[in-house]
């Protein structure tokens, strides 16, 4: 937490305004009701209609400053939390921009989107309301307490009475309460799970006919939500009024005994009155503390998660460099030198072993393998997502990590399985990598991807607006276009990772061939899961547990590799139907 | 059943997800609308929920009002105590009326307690009654429903719309009532204590009701232009950090830094606004509670120096003056959370007044023992009016018989079977199911005789026995033991942690995808339908769980009627009739080799996908 208060820094002076605005505003809060002692004690009480006057005078003066003073705390306090929160938000981005994809790998995105702005949110209320509350309450804490003592010493002790009093309870409440709202939240998750479980899936539900079990599965998850939900808050119902319960205790208290004092002669009445109402204040600062400290608590646990990734070590040199489009270009060679690559945070488990590949510029290699053989890891490294944790990746002869990352991954198109797109019109998809691209180029790459048709018949065309992650498209549309957008920037190396799982057999092998007629000079990557996909391809490399398992073209393998004709036997499911 | 090839048939052409009218449908990010169409309409619906509990909450609203005039009672005793007893030395009679005091304070806070005690039972209860009518109606709607919105849209009505209402009900009520009686209290006993000083004092209401009026309507415009930016830059958020590894591989951060630096600043700006104005609130407040504060003891000291008021009425006017200012504050903000609650409320209405899907018709009965022959008679059908996706549609399966569905992406293999297990009526022509139309079937009688198996396989966060069950909820273990190991997964099983009894996570997320196909076997297994739906769409399997799961589905289909929208050449090989459609039409029909020979559309795809069909038999 403290840590990132240097955001505040920047803004220092109006970030001490506010607490001394602040002093101002409770010094005239706390004038009152001296001034109200004046009047009746001397005003009334030896009948000094001027002195009165003048003091009502005086209370009404007070509270114009004590206002001036408020507003202006909060004017400068809520400026100096917008400030360093929008400059903790941007610092946040752009690190998050700087992380690698291993980073990536650890960190949910689901985390740091709520990092991003959930917690910076609660950080910008944590730091207005500290610049504003955090002196007001002990302020005027002490303040009060010390004008009751000044008021009627003698009747102080109430206060030592009713103070630890309240501050066990809010103590209490937020021992209690805390770790119950917790259960509170995983019973919601629960309620929320089975709502999530049966939309996904409410196809098969209905098949089945399983309506009424979930609705039983459902009605015990939502009866247990209830149950903790009404315990935490009838605890909340107990104490509050009990705090106020102890602050009229303590008024009837002074009542009592100052009412006796004054009739006993050592009182007087101007007193009593100023002093339970110094008595109220006390108590109601206390209040206010309480809620801070709630408040608080939550903000650190914020400030937790957003100083994790301030602090994190990108394990890439990732920084947003310049790069020019001008810098060579890559030509499309590509070599594996005795790489090895494991994940971080996997335990080390090697991904790839001792890997030594050559693809010649202009070549189409395929690559296929069982599930978890490194595929679309090998392919990860040459735009250097990753570095590999043994021997080098080169491209034209050049390590990449040599290479300037806007030349490299500028002369690479990449599409990766999971399809993403953003919410932007079609047209701005497609020209994702090269957002000066012409409608003449944005057309022919999306005739190549196969997906000119399609989009053609969409209500606004090239112009249709995609929603969020492109969810208006079917699976293979949306890889079309994902293959348009790596085209478009006219790579000299694709790699195509199992791009078109969700294509139909028709349109894919016309996507291969385009591709291949428009590619025919760059070098082209292909991962895939159906050895159709690749059959056709100049090379083939087999890839199992992280190894090279054998290379050559489609026949030559199926001749001389088991693994290839193991794989190929099961997609077309020819052998083995005999068995049990 | 791939939704996304189902999604796209008829809406090739409008790829726009139709939304729920109202308030909020779309870009706002956790806050829905701000206000509700028809305020009365929402008020109505939720008192009708609420109407159950009309004695608790009759009881409250007693307990209200004797809470409020405690706390109203305080000030005005004790101005009593000072003048009646202080001042004229009374020291018993200022006894009497302390514990007078003592009692009026200890029966406020109980009432207090026992009215907060009550009214939370009530609201959660009838929030757990809006929840569970809620996810009712959901098992009722039809499937067009739910492929036509956003999965996020209808979770965040069914969880943060209804926790609107969860705060509303539980605070913002009672609240509301003690509010409004503490006002008007207050109001009355100023009066009666001293009319002359009280109605200087509440010359500052209307003074009041002024600023917060001005105050307010600024607030609310800026404030909802805070909403707006921050949708803005949430959105920018998440979409730049779940496509976070495009953005690298296109070199895109300098952009999305810039249009992120953009909208940062139109927040800082418009937040910075909005929060200036909502804060002005309290210490406006204040001056005027501090200006009342002046006027009560000047004027009233004027007062009372000329005999007409008295010490002890001043402290009770001083007491009344802070007690006003909070209700006030309160009830303008209450205003405000209400309207959310109600804009919520209406929200979720509107789902549980969608229309339910199909139902039976009058007559409908159900069917036993289905033998399994299916019969489509000259069907057309189209999810959207004039946008036809099945043509005359007509095949006849015998019983037992496995059927092979094949052809391009879209063509509408899907939609037949949708039309089999009655998720949607046909336009024109019938379907029979052991000669009845199925319209004369009962739907859930129909549906329990077809067994189904989808490539997105829906499992739960159950035991993975209690996920077989599913299938049968009679079975017994054995019989579910049994369907494991004839859909070859109860070796994998038995390596779990706790073999059957293993908990899965979320949608079964903590198996692989093979995985959890074989236990969707194992389920359909369980079931024994007569009638079987097969999606065969491969996903990334390695290739033993490949061949375990090819077997598995074999056993599956023997002695039922089989219905495989088809992937696998094996498959399609050795079914007994294969369907081939084609833009909503069977362009063919055949066995295998009657196709091949036929050297139509069938061929051509068979040809694009299998060049060496003949090399593999060597």
Known sequence: MFKLLSYVKPYWKTALLAPLLMALEVTMDLLQPRLVQRIIDVGIGEMKMDVVFTTGGLMIGAAFVGVVGGVGCSV???????????????????????????????????????????????????????????????????????????????????????????????????????????????????VNTVMRENLSGIRVIKSFVRSDYEIDRFGEANRDYMAINRKARRIMGVVMPLVGLILNMGIVAVIWFGGRGVVAGGYRLGQIVAFYNYLLRLLGSLTMIGMILINLSRAVASAERMAEILEKEPDLEEAIEEGSKDDPQVKGQIEFQDVSFSYRGDGGKPVLEGIDLTVRAGETVGIVGPTGSGKSSLVYLIPRLYDPTAGRVLVDGKDVRKISKKALRGGIGFVMQETILFARTVRENIRFGKPAASEEEVRQAAQIAQAHQFIKELPAGYDTSLGQRG?????????????????????????????????????????????????????????????????????????????????????????????????????????????? | MNKRDRNTKGKESKSQTRRLPGPGGGRHRGLGGERAEDTKGAFNRIWNYLRKESRSITLVFF???????????????????????????????????????????????????LQTFIMVGVSQRTLREIRSDLFRKLQELSLSFFDERPHGELMSRMTNDVETINLT???????????????????????????????????????????????????????????????????????????????????????????????????????????????????????????????????????????????????????????????LNRLASLYNTVQSALAGAERIFEIIDQEPELQDEPGAEPIEKVKGEVTFAGVDFSYEEGVPVLKNVSFRAEPGEMVALVGPTGAGKTTIVNLLTRFYDIDEGAIYVDGKDIREIEIDSLRSQLGIVLQDTYLFSGTVEENIRFGRL?????????????????????????????????????????????????????????????????????????????????????????????????????????????????????????????????????????????????
């Open chain 2, 474 to 618: 009679a079975a017994r273990k054995e019989e579910v033991e049994e369907a494991a190991k004839k859909a070859n997964a109860d070796r994998f099983i038995r390596h779990l942690p706790r073999t059957y009894e293993t908990e899965l996570s979320e949608e079964g997320a903590n198996l692989s995808q093979g995985q959890r196909q074989l236990i969707s076997i194992a389920r359909a297994l369980l079931a024994d339908p007569a009638i079987l739906i097969l999606d065969e769409a491969t996903s990334s399997v390695d290739t033993r769980t490949e061949i375990h799961i090819q077997k598995a589905m074999k056993k599956l289909m023997k002695g039922r009627t089989s219905f495989v929208i088809a992937h696998r050449l094996d498959t399609i090989r050795n079914a007994d009739k294969i369907l081939v459609i084609k833009g909503g039409e069977i362009v063919e029909t055949g066995t295998h080799g009657e196709l091949l020979a036929k050297e139509g559309f069938y061929h051509e795809l068979h040809n694009s996908r299998f060049q060496d069909a003949d090399v593999i038999n060597q």
């Open chain 1, 471 to 580: 969810i208006n498209l079917s699976g293979g549309q949306k890889q079309r276009l994902a293959i348009a957008r790596a085209l478009l920037i006219n790579p000299d190396i694709l790699i195509l990772d199992d791009s078109a799982s969700a294509v139909d057999m028709k349109t894919e092998s016309q996507l291969m061939k385009a591709i291949k007629a428009v590619e025919r000079d760059s070098t082209t990557v292909i991962i895939a899961q159906k050895i159709s996909t690749v059959k056709d391809a100049e090379r083939i490399v087999v890839l199992e547990d992280g190894r090279v398992a054998g290379q050559g073209n489609h026949s030559q393998l199926l001749r001389d590799n088991e693994i290839y004709r193991e794989i190929y036997a099961s997609q077309r499911g020819g052998e083995g139907d005999n068995d049990e």
């Open chain 2, 169 to 327: 009900l539980t605070q913002s009520v009672t609240q509301l009532i003690s509010s409004l009686l503490t006002v008007l209290g207050v109001v009355a006993m100023m009066l009666v204590i001293n009319y002359k000083l009280a109605l200087v004092t509440l010359l500052t209401v209307p003074l009041v009701a002024l600023i917060a009026r001005y105050v307010a309507r600024y607030t609310r415009k800026a404030f909802s232009e805070q909403q707006r930016n921050i949708g803005d830059l949430n959105g920018l958020i998440e979409e730049t950090i779940t496509g976070q590894r495009v953005v690298k591989l296109f070199c895109r951060e300098r952009e999305m830094l810039e249009r992120f630096e953009q909208r940062n600043e139109d927040y800082r700006t418009s937040s910075t606004r909005a929060g200036v104005l909502a804060s002005l609130m309290g210490p406006l407040m204040g001056l005027v509670n501090n200006l009342s504060f002046a006027v009560v003891a000047g004027v009233g000291g004027w007062m009372a120096v000329g005999g007409v008021a008295t010490v002890g009425t001043i402290a009770a006017f001083l007491n009344y003056t802070r007690q006003f200012g909070h209700p």
């Open chain 2, 63 to 113: 307990l209200v009002i004797g809470a409020t005039t405690c706390n109203l009672l305080g000030p005005f005793l004790m101005g009593r105590a000072i003048d009646s007893f202080i001042a004229r030395g009374d020291i018993a009679g200022l006894a009497r009326m302390a514990l007078l005091m003592v009692s009026v304070y200890l029966g406020g806070s109980f009432l207090n307690w």
């Open chain 1, 76 to 190: 400068f306090a809520i400026a100096t939390s917008r400030n360093a929160g929008a400059d903790l938000r941007g610092r946040l981005f752009e690190k998050i921009q700087q992380l690698s994809f291993g980073n990536l790998d650890e960190m949910e995105s689901g985390n740091l989107i709520t990092v991003l702005t959930s917690d910076v949110n609660i950080y910008q209320r944590a730091v207005a309301m500290g610049l504003r509350i955090l002196v007001r309450g002990p302020l005027l804490m002490i303040g009060s307490l010390t004008m009751a003592l000044i008021t009627a010493p003698g009747l102080s002790w109430i206060i030592l009475v009713a103070l630890p009093l309240v501050i066990f309870l809010l103590l209490f409440l937020n021992r209690k309460v805390a770790p119950l709202f917790r259960t509170v939240q995983e019973k919601l998750d629960k």
